[in-house]
């Protein structure tokens, strides 16, 4: 079952901060973080481990909450550059990633 | 050190019509993925391999057959390609745990329109 991300959409000015969401209905073993750039590949922003929460960015950090298989994407100072969509994924086990509905992130000056 | 190379980039087939596409990589990875994105949507899993020899369905596996010919190839074809198929397909590969960085690796993707 797909995961559910909220918002939908994001729209920040430079320096701004945003938090991004993502829920899921079965137990999981990790949660991962991509961001995607129009009419390009995803790219990965970071893993986090059942039992463990793991950095990835300076200004990008995140959490999972393993109770409530929820995971949070936290954008600190935002720049530019971090404009695109962001989509979660989620492990069952460690073969299978399902990703999530996106969220759509647009930084202005 | 080319990643995932997908081939062809771009596609036009006629309704009915039968095509393969190609996934190679170099990165020594055991786990491939064909994902599937329609416009303005997320991405669903279609097919995957999580080791040479074995192949499993994803979340929208009908109308697709899968081929891991080798430890670095993965192919995915449509039989009768349909208009609902039209979409940008992505390969995928995620190695076994090493170091802190295992999360999936994209090929640039293949741009399908079915007519």
């Known amino acids: 079952q797909q995961p559910v991300q909220s918002p939908q959409a994001v729209i920040l000015r430079e320096g701004e901060d945003a938090v991004i969401n993502c829920s899921s209905s079965?137990?999981?073993?990790?949660v991962h973080w991509y961001r995607q750039k129009h009419g390009e590949a995803p790219v990965f922003l970071m893993i986090?481990?059942?039992?463990?929460e793991q950095k990835g960015h300076e200004k990008i950090s995140a959490s999972f909450n393993e109770k409530k298989q929820q995971s949070s994407l936290y954008l600190t100072a935002s720049q530019l550059s971090y404009s695109g969509t962001y989509f979660c994924?989620?492990?069952?086990?460690?073969?299978?990633?399902?990703f999530g509905t996106g969220t759509r992130l647009q930084v202005f000056p | 050190n080319a990643g995932v190379t997908q081939t062809p980039k771009f596609q036009v087939l006629k309704t009915g019509q039968s095509m393969t596409l190609q996934c190679a990589q170099d990165m020594n990875h055991n786990s491939m993925y064909w994902y599937r994105q329609d416009p303005g949507m997320g991405l669903r899993l279609i097919y995957y391999?999580?080791?040479?020899?074995?192949?499993d369905k994803g979340e929208v596996p009908n109308g697709y057959n899968v081929s891991r010919l080798n430890k670095r190839e993965f192919s995915l074809r449509l039989e009768s390609a349909a208009p609902s198929q039209t979409s940008v397909y992505f390969c995928?590969?995620?190695?076994?745990?090493?170091?802190?960085?295992?999360?999936?690796?994209f090929g640039s993707g293949t741009r399908l329109t079915v007519v």
């Open positions: 994924g989620t492990e069952k086990s460690t073969d299978k990633l399902i």
């Open positions: 986090l481990l059942k039992g463990g």
């Open positions: 995928a590969t995620k190695g076994r745990k090493t170091g802190t960085n295992y999360g999936y690796t």
């Open positions: 391999s999580a080791s040479e020899g074995t192949t």
């Open positions: 079965k137990a999981l073993y990790s």
